[in-house]
Each structure stands twice: as C-alpha cells, then as structure tokens.
C-alpha cells in the first residue's frame, strides 16, 4: 500500500498532521524500531509523519525546578548532556546502554517510551525519577500526565488516537544520587533481561532509596523493600542477599503467572535465569552506589 | 628454513576489495540493475510435515507486474542436490524446485517473478496453499523411533562407513575414558545474503548466472543437469562475496532462479531476507558426539574411538558426505595407533544443516580436545604436557588416508604458545585467585589441524592462465571464488613476485566458466595451497615463455638472457635492457605470437596446518557471563603471504570460535519445529567489542610444494577456540560442561547444580 509522508517543520504543522491521523498513521522519530518491524512486511500504513525537522522537540533544558527533555531528544544527547549527567545520573547511564552507538544516534527517548517495551531502558528512569510526559493533540494544546501511568503494559500506552509524545519532564530533586544497571545477554548492544533504576538521598548511609526493576514484567516495578533493607545502616552481604532473595521471588512469582514462558526460554536453565542471575544485578547496583557516595 | 626477502610476498598489504568495500563502491549480485529485470520471491509453508493439495494462486495474479507463479503443480519433478559441487559427484538428490511433500516449517512451497519486489511478495502474500498435515519428527530421539513419520522414502537414518584404523578393540590401556560433546545449531553470519541474478537469452539459448558463490562449475553442471542444457550453453560468474562461512558452497536458489529466467527468457533477480537465509539456506548441524578413548598411565594414548550423531534437518544433501570426513579427519593431529569412527545422520522435520566453515574439524576437534582436556585432568598432567607426548612430528603419517602431515609444527605450536601466553604462570595465577569471590579465572587450550586440499579426499589440481599484456602488463585468469579474504590479492602478490613487475600492473580476475579452466571451488581451504602453485607455475612457464622472446630480440640464446625487475638483458650487456612491453610488442608485431601461458598443478600433499589456541577468561558466578579476556593463536601457516589479512583471519576465528561456545544458537521450536531465532536481534553472538586484543603468532618453516612455502589458514583458524574455551570456562569453575553453547543461563544452572552438591555433601 502506498503510504503519505509528511515532515513538519512546527509545532503547529504537527499538530494539523496529528489530525489527519487514522488508526493506521504512524509518528516515527529514530526509526530505530520502527523501520526494522516495518521492513518487508505487508505495511498498512496510511500516513508516516515524521519528527525529524522538529528542532524544539530535540531540546533539553530546565524550566521552574524541572528538566524538559524533547520526546526527540536521542539516546547520545540525554547520556552527554551535563544537566542529565547532574541531576539523573541513572537516565544517563541508561542511555548509554541503549544498542549500539548507532542506535544511540538516532534512537529517541520518546521513541522507547511509546514503544513500551517491557525491556526499554527508558521506562525504569522515568518512572524512578517521577517524571511526567507532556502529549500534544491535534488542537495544538498539550496535556501532562505522570509517566508511571503512560505506561500501561507490553506495548500499551495511555496514548489517544491524533496525539503525539512531545516531551518528558522530570523533576529536579537536590541532594539524591542515582545509578542503572544493565544484565543483558553481553556486554554491549544488547537488550536487557533485568534493568534496575535506583536513587537515594545522599548521607553516611543510603537513605530514601527509590528503586525500579525493568525487564522483568510487563512495567518496572517499583521496589519498596529497598528502603526498608539498604537504608540507614552499612549494608554488607546479609542485606545484599536479602534483597536478592526478595527479588528473586518477585520474579518467580510473575514466571509463574505467565501462562507460558517467552518462545525463546526452551530449558529450564533459561525458564529460571531472571531468578538466578538477579542477584549480579543487586551486587552491582550496591557496588556502584557505594562507589558514588 | 632460509627466509628470501621477497617484494610482495609477506609484505603486509589491505585486501584489494578493501576499498571498494568501505566506501561502498563494490557491486555485490544484489546490487546489479537491468532494464525489465525481473524480481522473484518465495512463499514459506506453514506445516513441518505434510502434503500440498492445493494451490490457490489466482489472488497472487491479481497483483500488477506478476510474470509467473510457481508451485509443485507447475513446475518439474526433477530432482537435484544443492550439496553437489561437480557433475561426477554422487550426492542424495532429494530436493525439487517445489515439493509436494513438504518437510520442514517454512519449506519453500511457492514462488512469484514479478518486476517488481514488491509486487511478488505481495502476490506471495495472496497464494493460499491448501494442506494435508502429517505427524512430524522434530528431534533427532523422535526421528530415530522405530514408528517415526518417514521423512524420505529410504528412512530417515543415514549411517557412514566406520572410519578405521589399527583396532580400538584390541586396546588395553589402563586408563579408560568416556565423554559427550554437543554442538547447537548455528547459522553462518555471512553479512550478504544469498543473491542470485539468472538471464536467458532467448536469441541464443544461453544462459548466464550471477551469484557470489564457491563453487562455479559446480553450480553449472547442477543447472545444465536441472534445466537439460548443454554446459557450454550455461555460464556461471562469481561475484563479488560478502562472506560465506560455508554456506555458498551449496547451490540453494539457483535452480528456481534459473529455472524462472529460462521459462520466461527474462532476466530475474533473487535476494533472500535474513529470515530465508537462516530458514531456507542452511545452518550448521546440530551434533552429538561421543568418545572413548584408552590412555597408558604415562599419558601415550593407546586408542580413540567417536561416535558421531548429526542432525541433517529436512533434507540430507551434504551430510553424509559431511559426516564422513569428520571420521577421516579423526588422526591429524595426534599418533594414535587405533581409530574408530562410527557417524550417523538423521532427517528431522526442521531447516536443513549443511556446509560449514571447516567441515567437520570443528566438531570431531571439539569432541576430542574437550576429551583429552578431560583425560589430562585425571592423569593430573598440564594439557600441553599431555599433548606433547602424543601430537605427530613433521612427516608422520596421517593414518586415515595414508598421506603424510607434511613438513608440520605440532611441538613448536604447543611450545611457542606455552611461553608467549605465559600458560604456566597464569594457570598459577588463575588457581590462586579462585579460592573464593563472584569472579572465577580460567585457562584452556586446544590443538587443531585441517586440510590445504582436498587430495586425497579426491585428486586436487589447479589451473592457471596468464597472459602478457602489450603495454606489459599482466592478467591472471583463475578460478578463484574469494570469500571476502583476500585470495585474489594472495594472488596477485604471487604473479607480481615471480613476474618482478609492480603489485598494480597485476589483474586477477575471479571465476568466470566462459572464460576460465576447470576449478572444483573454493572450500577445504584449498585456494592458496593449489590455486597459488598454479597461479606461481604459470607465471614461471610464462616468464621462461617470454624469455625466450627476448632472447630473439637480443639476439642472444635463452640461457644467457637474464630477469630483473620485469626487464631483460643479456649477462654480458646489462646497460641494455628489454622491457615486458618491449618483449610483448615485439612478439605481437614481429613474431606473431601473443605472450600467454596455461598451466596446471595436481596436488602430491595434503598438509596439516597445526593451530594451538590459548585462552583466558573471567567467569560471573552471579550472572553467568564469561569474558574472554585475553588469548593467542599460533598457527604453523608455511608461510604467511599477507600476515596482516592472516591475522584478521585469526580475529574471525576467535570471534566465530567465542559465538560457537558462548552464544550462538538458532533454537528450533521442539514442538512445532519452527525455527524460533531468524534474525540478528535474538541471535546472539560475539561482538567485536567482546573479542580481547587478540595474538596471533606464526610459525613459518615452510611446506615443500605449496606457493612459497605457504600451506591454508582460512578454516583452521576457527577450530581449536571453542574447545579452548570451553576448557577454560571449565577450569574456572571446576565444572565439566561440555554441551555448547556455555550461555549465562547453563553456567547458572551449572552452578546451582554444584552449590547442590557441595551442601548435599556437608
């Protein structure tokens, strides 16, 4: 099917093509998922409209207490910028572990938070960092929502038809740290099978801690017993293996609320790897946050 | 031996595709472009096993720009081997352009040539095919069961003829040692699809094929075969290759391609998907493989004997042959007095296994050193120090097929690379470090060998034609398939040493069966050993040729006319000097003779290429992952032609190898039989970021026959990395895993299953 393209140049122009926008129009930015599912498969795409001349959705800066950053802004850009790189260390971090430096080149935030991966890197930073996503609609008005409620599964987001992610905000909180860490299947260009986003309020001790796990469920979770376990006291290897132990039952839990494993996940090894290999993850996240503070 | 110093030859210079390739000025098949070319593309069954009854294809002519749609009602029932790689060869033939048996998931079961690409995959889209399901045998245990659906008439099991020598039975050796390998299924990362451009010429009759294969005349003589023409009518080019690995040695898309471009007396085009590469090219056998061996208590190894179980998938092509050569490559590298070997290969209901880069070396090398690894463990000898009693001297005899291992460096390998890797001291080191922590350190190593021919497997020979040029310059006409190596400019730098003329005035073409002499193809590591002997004698014979030109135009006799640096003069006149221009002017103008000569080399040898990989790696216990963190290859290659493009075949051998033992599998659904990974994404293999900062180190005595002493590196160089590694990862963790690949998730569960133990113990 042949398929229209428009690039607009403005907000405006974006928002007059939001309204031409059927159930079968697709917004594409990096093209870094999008190119690669549509590639020789039977596209029913009536319209592309693309985000590529839109200089204002690429922009990172601070408003009033917040970091707006543009729902275009690519992976390379949020991991160098010197505000991300101050303020939300994890999300930094994060980025730098999106693919390859390829992918990092084109690839956009808004692009993996409207993808909704269940192993998108973006998804545990923004939800640790309380962060808001700006939608802009066909009327040329925009609308903020928290992004832990955008993201509603594998794939689903609170997106409506004729809207379009303009940008994600996040909320500038003094005297915390962060940290992300990444178990993909190698070391670079690869896709996570556990991602963890933790913050803490900086002191002689963790405190405050705030964590994400991503990858294993359908959203990041949010991780309460953190707090409880690592924060206002040394944490040595007994409170490192409790968490381990707490996480690995969270992800035996949702294994077997699956009612089949992932088609790759044949042996039983593979079935249980999450559980197992959950506690490096735990090991290097205290590891580095004992190393930042 | 005395090291000349040479021009070319050892000099380290760029493949001569380099450039081309980076800028992207290379024309693969893919890339070429006709007026009204034709586009084909094939349509995927849905079943594993069962019948096609019907075909629905009036929505695909729907479709504008369709030309043809093809399916097994309207196609030929001839039968062909894509495994076949000359006219005289026996092979199975069991495929057919369309079958109505249809034998694996997303099996071929139709085709579209339409002018467009995406007019064919559409009208593709628009074929419905109508089934009848049988049961299906998806892995090797349910193929082999007594009641197993019958994939192919004559069954689904296919033994070889026991490889033997001495007798295994007689042995009485008092240690007795038995271990399992298992080798996954893996597809070859070649980074160019197959792509295959045929054109008829409906005015006279002939017809022309593209593909960047490894074997030309091979491909002929299946398409003269298939399509009932004579061979002089088919030609077949090789185009520029972007990687094979194995997988072009077969003829795969070529039938149909030809076959549309003659029905239509058109000019088609093929390029599969990555998807139909890995499902409807090939893959690498999935292999188990037993062995025992009898060992004395000082380490002299008395007897071995493998058992051999491959997975063919729907259709056995290569594999019988394929699992044959693995017994005969049983005894290249250790004095063994008695050999066995005993191979099977069975027929499943999924995508087919066929040529793999190294044919068999990798395999029977994996079951052996991971045994002997083993073997040393128990006799509480170093694995070097074990391999030491046993490898073969230079000469020895290689007791499968009665040949010599040629002028060969198994101590020197093992020696060399003991002290640059520092073995000694790191196993130390190693041993230390792993008392207790998350990390463990582990070294392994491994000894390899191959082939430079494929005598005497069958005879060898190789061919050659040169001719000089009237401005002086030289072309080389011969069948040569590079694979992306840089065999063509191995070449040239043989033309150009023996000729003394400059590098550029050298023009190797690659094959061309209109145009060339008789090659068999590019595989079993062949090309330098051979084709350089032939391409090194024709220039000589020329030179001598062309001597004897300028012995008429100096008037002098050939015996007193010398050579330097592509001109002629007489000994006792050295001011005066006759240029290969002059000569080759001289001859057309005066003499009436153009300057050329043909000439062939049959092979006396087979010489071994012994290769000893040492490896270091760090292994996670928390998250299973192994890093590979430093290691050496040494390698006794003669003579190394270009070190450079012989250390970056070494790169390819260590980072194929890491993917073969860490990462690498194409998981086949065990229930549906599908082939679950079709795509990079979810393949996982070893990245270039993986790979440590490689050695590489070369042992250069070199061979009696092979050009300037050189012998073959392109396989070898990948066969003892994975056992290496897999003895490295084994002494980091105190485990014996050897079912690859050794993913994070096996070497969790390895660990798990040894904490067990341990806590079962207390």
């Known amino acids: 099917m042949n398929s229209n393209y428009i690039q607009p140049r403005t907000r405006q122009e974006l928002s007059q093509a939001l309204g031409q926008m059927t159930e079968n129009s697709r917004i594409i930015a990096g093209g870094t998922d999008l190119m690669a599912s549509d590639h020789g498969r039977d596209s029913s795409t009536d319209l592309y409209i693309s985000l590529f001349c839109l200089g204002d959705m690429a922009e990172i800066y601070r408003e009033d207490g917040w970091v707006r950053i543009g729902a275009g802004a690519v992976h390379d850009a949020i991991e160098k910028n010197p505000i991300i790189q101050e303020n939300f260390r994890a999300l930094s971090m994060a980025c730098s572990k999106v693919g390859s430096q390829q992918i990092r080149n084109k690839g956009t935030i808004g692009g993996n938070l409207v993808n909704a991966s269940p192993a998108g890197d973006m998804l545990p930073c923004v939800c640790l960092f309380l962060g808001e996503v700006e939608i802009l609609r066909a009327d040329d008005t925009t609308y903020r929502m928290p992004a832990r409620d955008f993201i509603l599964g594998a794939g689903k987001t609170a997106l409506k038809p004729k809207e379009a992610l303009y940008a994600v905000w996040l909320p500038i909180q003094e005297g915390r740290s962060s940290t992300f860490v990444k178990l993909g299947s190698r070391k670079e260009v690869t896709i996570a099978q556990i991602s963890m986003a933790v913050s803490w309020e900086k002191g002689e001790y963790f405190q405050k801690i705030e964590g994400y796990l991503g990858a294993v469920d359908t959203r990041p979770i949010y991780l309460e017993e953190m707090n409880h376990i690592l924060s206002g006291r040394a944490v040595g290897r007994e409170e490192r293996e409790e968490l381990v132990s707490s996480l690995r039952e969270r992800i035996r839990v949702i294994r077997e609320n699956r009612k089949r494993p992932p088609k790759l996940k044949i042996t039983e090894a593979e079935q249980l790897y999450k559980e197992r290999a959950v506690r490096s993850v735990v090991y290097d996240a205290i590891d580095q946050m004992e190393g930042e503070s | ?762």
């Open chain 2, 1 to 762: 031996m005395q090291q000349k110093e040479y021009r070319y030859v050892g000099k380290s210079l760029s493949n001569d595709n380099a450039y081309g390739k980076v800028t992207g000025a290379v024309q693969y098949c893919g890339d070429m472009m006709a007026p009204g070319m034709l586009h084909i593309k094939i349509k995927a069954g849905e079943i594993a096993h069962g019948r096609v009854i019907g075909a629905d294809t009036s929505g695909a002519w729907k479709v504008p720009g369709v030309k043809a749609v093809y399916t097994c009602f309207n196609t030929p029932d001839t039968l062909y081997d894509r495994g076949r790689v000359a006219s005289y060869e026996t092979a199975p033939f069991q495929e057919r352009l369309f079958d109505s048996h249809i034998r694996y998931m997303g099996e071929r079961v139709a085709a579209v040539v339409a002018d467009t690409v995406e007019h064919a995959q559409e009208a593709c889209r628009k074929i419905k095919i109508e089934y009848e399901t049988y049961p299906a045998a998806v892995t090797m245990e349910e193929a082999l069961r007594e009641d197993a659906p019958k994939i192919h008439e004559k069954g689904n099991v296919y033994e070889a003829e026991p490889a033997v020598y001495g007798d295994y039975q007689s042995c009485s050796a008092e240690h007795v040692h038995r271990s399992r390998s298992h080798l996954g299924r893996i597809t070859h990362l070649s980074m160019e699809t197959y792509a295959v451009r045929a054109r008829y010429e409906k005015g006279s009759g002939k017809l022309t094929v593209w593909t960047g294969c490894q074997t030309a005349f091979g491909i002929r003589s299946t398409l003269g075969d298939f399509l009932d023409m004579p061979y002089s009518k088919v030609r077949v080019v090789k185009t520029t290759m972007g990687g094979s690995f194995g997988c072009k040695q077969e003829t795969v898309i070529e039938p149909l391609a030809a076959y549309a471009a003659k029905d239509l007396k058109a000019d088609v085009m093929v390029v599969y998907t990555r998807e139909e590469q890995i499902n409807n090219a090939m893959l690498k056998h999935s292999v188990d493989l037993e062995v025992e061996s009898k060992v004395h208590g000082d380490g002299t190894i008395e007897g071995m004997q493998i058992k051999a179980v491959l997975d063919a998938g729907a259709y056995l092509t290569v594999s019988p042959s394929y699992c044959s050569v693995m017994g005969g490559k049983l005894g290249k590298v250790y004095r063994i007095p008695h050999l066995r070997y005993e191979g099977t290969v069975v027929c499943t209901n999924t995508a087919v296994n066929g040529s793999f880069r190294s044919w068999g070396s990798g395999e029977i090398v994996l079951a052996y050193e991971n045994h002997w690894n083993q073997v040393a463990e128990e006799l509480h000898m170093d694995p070097i120090d074990f391999r030491l009693k046993n490898v073969h001297q230079a000469y020895d005899l290689e007791p499968m097929h009665r040949v010599t291992v040629g002028n060969t460096y198994f101590h020197e390998c093992l020696i060399k690379g003991r002290e640059a890797f520092q073995w000694d001291q790191r196993k130390k080191k190693c041993a230390e470090k792993n008392k207790n922590g998350r990390y463990r350190c582990g070294v392994g190593m491994a000894l390899a060998s191959h082939t430079s021919s494929k005598y005497p497997y069958s005879s060898d020979m190789g061919n050659a034609l040169a001719r000089i040029q009237d401005d002086g310059s030289l072309i080389v006409h011969v069948g040569i398939h590079d694979h992306g190596c840089g065999t063509v400019m191995a070449m040239r730098k043989i033309a150009a040493e023996i000729m003394e003329i400059d590098l550029e005035q050298v023009e190797v073409t690659e094959i061309d069966t209109s145009v060339d002499l008789y090659d068999y193809g590019c595989y079993a590591s062949r090309t330098i050993y051979i084709l350089g002997q032939a391409v090194k004698k024709c220039c000589e014979d020329l030179l001598e040729k062309a001597r004897q030109m300028a012995a008429c135009k100096l008037d002098s006799r050939a015996s007193l006319i010398k050579y330097e640096n592509g001109e002629f003069y007489k000994e006792d006149e050295p001011n005066e000097r006759l240029s290969l221009k002059e000569t080759a002017k001289y001859a057309i103008r005066v003499k009436g003779e153009d300057l050329y000569m043909a000439a062939s080399v049959r092979s006396k040898e087979n010489p071994g290429v012994p290769s000893a990989h040492f490896t270091q790696v760090k292994v996670d216990t928390y998250s299973g992952m192994v890093e590979v963190e430093d290691c050496l290859s040494v390698h006794d290659v003669g003579k190394a032609l270009n070190p450079d493009l012989c250390v970056g075949q070494v790169g390819s051998g260590i980072q194929q190898g890491m993917g073969i033992a860490l990462c690498e599998e194409i998981k086949i659904d065990p229930k549906t039989g599908r082939t679950l990974i079709t795509n990079f994404k979810n393949y996982e293999v070893a990245n270039a970021v993986d790979v440590p900062d490689y050695q590489a180190l070369f042992i250069e005595e070199g061979d009696e026959y092979g050009p300037f002493g050189a012998k073959s590196i392109g396989e070898v160089v990948v066969v003892p990395v994975p056992p290496a590694l897999v003895a490295a990862v084994n002494n980091a963790l105190g485990t014996r895993l050897t079912h690859l690949p050794l993913t994070p998730s096996v070497i969790l569960e390895a660990i798990e299953r040894q904490q067990e133990e341990k806590s079962h113990d207390h």
